[in-house]
């Protein structure tokens, strides 16, 4: 089955609400990456988090490896917050990274 | 901080011919290099791993003579699309490993085929 999964594919907010994303993984865990690919699809590395929670801006992400779960909340949400948003484990430094399909996130004005 | 950057950021090329991008590791080096494609599928897949002063290592699929790689110093690594074709679009990312083994990712490079 797939090592990580991504959730919700898909999720629409009005602008100023919290947005949740979930990827929770079934492997051994090296790295857990966050990336927003903007529509004309280059990548915005967000988060390099192994394990703990760490903070950028409106942005947090948190992993659990006991849980095998990674979460990235983005708080009081703006319409330029639209965009697909990824996460990819990296297994036993072998540089192999496991994608998540992603979540695609709108943000109505 | 540890930047990684990536161009161009996007380029078309005419079915056949070859093209060439760039990844430049800023403010750390960057021993090993991993290019991956991300194709229109959405798909992530590792190209090949390169490091320095060490054989460049091919995934399955992926080979020398269509995706040459250079990685001369600790700060810069190229790779090659030779003889693109529509089967080579998507998006080329290239990820820098620095200190503490954290990879840092370039913007990625968008191929379009002709």
């Known amino acids: 089955g797939q090592q990580v999964q991504q959730s919700p594919a898909s999720l629409v907010l009005q602008e100023g609400e919290n947005a949740e994303l979930q990827c929770n993984f079934s492997t051994s865990l090296n790295s857990m990456q966050w990336f927003y690919q903007r529509p004309g699809g280059s990548l915005v590395s967000l988060f390099y988090?192994?394990?703990?929670?760490k903070h950028s801006g409106r942005l947090t992400s948190t992993t659990v490896i006991k849980e095998r779960r990674s979460s990235l909340h983005i708080s009081s949400s703006q319409t330029t917050d639209s965009g697909t948003y990824l996460c990819a484990l990296e297994r036993d430094s072998n540089y192999q990274l496991i994608w998540g399909s992603g979540t695609k996130l709108i943000i109505k004005p | 901080g540890a930047l990684v950057y990536q161009y161009p950021r996007r380029t078309i090329c005419k079915s056949g011919t070859s093209m060439r991008m760039e990844c430049q590791a800023v403010g750390f080096q960057a021993t090993s290099v991993a290019w991956y494609r991300q194709s229109p599928q959405k798909t992530f897949e590792l190209i090949a791993l390169s490091t320095v002063n060490s054989a460049i290592k091919y995934e399955q699929n992926f080979t020398q003579e269509k995706f040459p790689i250079s990685h001369p110093n600790l700060s810069f690594s190229s790779m090659t699309v030779l003889n693109a074709y529509l089967e080579d679009r998507g998006l080329y990312l290239c990820?820098?490993?620095?200190?503490?083994?954290?990879?840092?990712f370039g913007a990625g490079t968008r191929l379009s085929v002709l």
């Open positions: 988090n192994p394990s703990g929670t």
């Open positions: 990820g820098a490993l620095g200190s503490q083994n954290t990879l840092y």
